[in-house]
């Protein structure tokens, strides 16, 4: 072959299915490899380093969703597709989880794969930023390796940063609000994700130290740039701070003092969180909303009890779990869902936002079905609070959807 586009590796027990995805892809001018047993796989990963992978889901020595997560903890930055027999409703747990193993999942290539589907997953162009992906505090063995002085040092260190995420409004496509997320810049092990901190400082008692840190960015970050006066600053709040009764004293301080209008700041809990101890979110939520500060509601639709959540607690906003949308294109239970849950918060007077909106299909069912804003990677990655102001710039002059 004179000029390969690519390498792809291919796992499937069945022998044949694996000749021919190899045949296709080298008719569309890749280099490809199929192999029968997760063994082969992970030393022909090594030492081939493919650009893409196929994965079929179930294999008989080990599954599928294993060999995600030794993908994950290896911090492989192929491009994966995963391929099975199975159902869509199966692949697309599986994808979503691929994904929160920091994999770059491009999507799922059922069987009988095609070949247009194969070159569209072929010709695709990785994940613009691989960086943050597979820089993670895990061993080989997948071991966390943070200690509780790791993290100390770096509440010290003044080491954590925001990156912001637009929300847009679905029926006017402008922009409302961003949502401040927390990186770890950790001066060795580079950018570290917030699930690999996040969990473990709520268990060692720092979460506090990490709040008010974010915090304090977030405000800073809003006066300081004058684009994004008047929209509202999304920041998530743990569990644990809902224990932490001068919370909002504090914040309502803080607001006063860097004069950001309290009506601007939305606090996302999770409905895990808000469900472990109702009486305390009810206390932290009534306090926060007789202030002013709105609340959202995070990861909505996974946990057991949300509709009785929903009509106990003061919320203003419910922000509806991304696997719904990561799944609606194929999914008609996810299409459902996200209609009864935009309708049922109409009625209750909350806004709905809809997060991990990777596509456009996606954004247009949201528009059609009402919703009333999105946010997720079709519409903008999360991004540095400097390229924030670029990147409004940027955006106003085009047409409102023509997003990508
Ligand atoms: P979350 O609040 O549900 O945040 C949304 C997550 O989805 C973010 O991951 C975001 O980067 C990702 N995301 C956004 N759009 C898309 C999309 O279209 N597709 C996909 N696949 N993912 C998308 P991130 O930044 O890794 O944050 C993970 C979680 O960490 C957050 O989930 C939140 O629970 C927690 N977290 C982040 N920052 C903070 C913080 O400052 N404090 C606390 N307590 N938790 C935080
Ligand atoms: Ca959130
Ligand atoms: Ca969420």
Redesign the pocket.
Known sequence: MNQSRGRVLILDDEPSIGRMISLMAQELQLEAMSVTNPGMFFTALTAWVPTHVILDLIMPEMDGVEVLQQLGYKGCTARIAISSGVGNRVLGAAQLSA?EHGLDVAGLLPKPIKMRELQEFLYSSPDPNPAERHKKPFNEQGEMTITRADIQGAIREKQFRLIY?PKINCASGRITGF????RWDHPTKGLI???RF?ALSERLGL?GL??DQ?VDQALNWYISTPEVEGQSIS????AKTLEDQDFSYWLDVMCNRAAVPKELIIL?I?ETAALDDQLLALDMFTRLRMKGFHVSI??FGIGTSSLRLLARLPFSEIKVD?SFA?TVVKSSESKIILQSTVDLSHHLGLSVVV????DRETLDFLQEIGCDMA????IAR?MSGESIANWILERQPRAIFNLS
């Open positions: 994904a995420q949502e401040a997320l927390v994700m917030p699930d996040i979460i990490i709040t974010v920041i998530n709040i743990s996302e999770t995070d990861d991304k990561m997060e991990g909106v990777e946010q997720g990677y079709h999360p």
